[in-house]
């Protein structure tokens, strides 16, 4: 009963954020007042540095958000230099997902970079000049990702069309930057 009302007051929540960011307010407005809802939030994710993999639903297809889900989803974003976890952003797992799902559906997402602690962060910053020093990466609003099976100039053109927020694309170390921030790309 605990876990129905907290899906619930998360629905509540995240129902009117969810339609004005992801789906846009009209659409998903419509869509539940037609009774279909919105496809279910699943995601097949591989951390390419922890070697773990987690298949999850965590959002069904009323909105609800399943917050164990949410914590596995946390967990497998996590720094894997610290094993620190935070919160990630709903925008920017709702991109991944739409992301994921304008390129087929149920692909299995390589997880090059989630979650970063700043003490993470900074150690990169001194070996790289392409990390910023206040990486969205460091408030769980970015993912560094590849798909195996599809190519990477692919994945960066269909997440620069859904225009829903920052790609980077860095193919000569084999990933695409999404990000949860205002939509650029470089």
């Given at each position: ?116 602690s700043?003490?993470y ?25 590849a ?28 990933f ?11």
């Amino acid at each position: 009963m605990k876990d129905k009302m907290l899906c619930r007051r998360m629905f509540l929540k995240s129902s009117a954020f969810f339609a004005a960011t992801v789906l846009g307010a009209r659409s998903a407005l419509a869509k539940f007042m037609e009774g279909g809802g919105a496809p279910e939030g699943k995601l097949s994710l591989y951390n390419v540095n922890c070697r773990e993999r987690l298949t999850v639903t965590y959002r069904n297809s009323l909105g609800e958000y399943c917050d164990d889900a949410l914590q596995a989803l946390n967990w497998i974003f996590r720094c894997h230099h610290t094993n620190e976890t935070t919160a990630m952003d709903l925008r920017v797992l709702e991109y991944l997902n739409r992301l994921d799902n304008s390129l087929g559906g149920g692909n299995e997402i390589h997880i090059i970079s989630g979650y970063r602690s700043p003490e993470y962060n900074a150690r990169l910053r001194s070996t790289s000049k392409g990390v910023a020093k206040d990486s969205l990466h460091m408030k769980g609003m970015a993912i560094d990702l590849a798909i195996p099976t599809i190519r990477l100039d692919t994945i960066r053109r269909t997440a620069m069309a859904l225009a829903a927020g920052g790609v980077g694309y860095y193919p000569q170390s084999g990933f695409v930057h999404i990000d949860s921030g205002f939509f650029r790309t470089w």
